[in-house]
């Protein structure tokens, strides 16, 4: 913009009583103008460098791996590279083939606000509409052809149920007489209960994106059981790209809960992701070890990057969210 402004967002985090007391004191005060002029913030941190070696694009495969917050500077990292190659906005040859992008969170609200940033989701949405939009022109196609088995007002009806649970230990029980308690168990449970936008906006998000140059007839592996979603792009800087997503969430114990999930994030996992596989597998898929690892988050599992990267010789970088 002009240079002078800058916006800051800070989540109301479950438990987090000073970022809760600032939600309520802001809502308090929304509108009123003067007040807002008289707030002076300081602003510090996170300290760390994240450098590359050479542009994203000049990598075999590129795979980012983001924890809690720290997903922030590889979200952008991550589209701008979607946006590049799909666009041709490249000098010199792009040689990526793969992307991974790997999120790992304990905030149901940040999968579906990371989901409706990612760049390759959008693209090939939009692309999908478009061929759904001919398809509509040829011949009349039933909207509701595409719905899920799990219905919305089932997941509904389990979500008001849920109300009256609390999570203890990770397990479902019913609420107790402590009202301290009953007030933080269904303030935890409710963070988890899936909202009818995170149903919407995710529900027909493949893992697996699948990008082609030009209008080359789509070849269907008959081997291939995952499910994929294919778009035609005729200004990509590469002749294929394939893009996986995958979201980890570990608070999601309840077996109905984690049914609903699966049904509104097609790539949900509710294991923490397994970096070790993950930095194997890409190396294991392209044979000149052209990788590139990019992550962000805890230090741990920072320093499992840093640890798997060296053995097998990609490059790894880093950002260390700390003080």
């Not at 980012?64 to 906005?89: A, E, K, R, Y």
């Not at 996986?244 to 109905?256: A, E, G, Q």
């Not at 294991?284 to 097998?312: F, H, L, Q, Y």
């Amino acid at each position: 913009g002009s240079g002078k402004t800058c916006s800051v967002h800070i989540k109301s985090s479950v438990g987090g009583a000073w970022t809760d007391k600032l939600a309520v004191y802001m809502k308090l005060n929304e509108g009123k103008e003067e007040w807002y002029k008289n707030i002076r913030v300081q602003i510090e941190g996170p300290y760390g460098e994240l450098t590359l070696s050479k542009e994203l694009y000049r990598y075999e495969h590129v795979v980012f791996i983001g924890g809690g917050i720290g997903v922030t500077p590889l979200d952008s990292m991550f589209n701008q590279l979607i946006t590049d190659l799909l666009g041709g906005n490249i000098r010199r040859e792009a040689k990526t083939k793969s992307i991974d992008f790997i999120f790992t969170t304990r905030s149901r609200s940040l999968i579906t606000e990371f989901a409706s940033r990612n760049k390759a989701w959008q693209v090939a949405e939009e692309e999908d509409e478009k061929q759904k939009e001919q398809q509509r022109i040829e011949q009349w196609v039933n909207p509701l052809v595409d719905m899920k088995d799990v219905q919305l007002s089932e997941i509904e009806h389990y979500h008001q149920s849920s109300m009256k649970r609390k999570v203890l230990t990770g397990k479902m029980d019913l609420l107790r007489g402590d009202s301290v308690s009953e007030s933080v168990g269904t303030k935890r449970q409710a963070s988890l209960l899936l909202t009818e936008e995170d149903i919407s906006m995710n529900q027909n998000k493949s893992k697996n994106v699948r990008f082609r140059r030009g209008t080359s007839e789509k070849q269907q592996d008959s081997d291939e059981e995952i499910d994929v979603l294919e778009a035609d792009v005729s200004t990509m800087a590469v002749e294929e790209l394939e893009v996986t997503n995958s979201t980890h969430i570990t608070r999601v114990k309840d077996k109905t809960l984690r049914k609903y999930y699966r049904t509104a994030y097609p790539f949900i996992n509710f294991e923490r992701p397994n970096c070790r596989g993950i930095i194997y597998a890409a190396a294991s898929k392209t044979p000149s070890k052209n990788v590139c690892v990019i992550t962000s988050g805890p230090k741990g599992m920072i320093n499992d990057c840093i640890r798997w990267g060296a053995e097998i010789g990609v490059d790894v970088h880093y950002e260390v969210f700390d003080w």
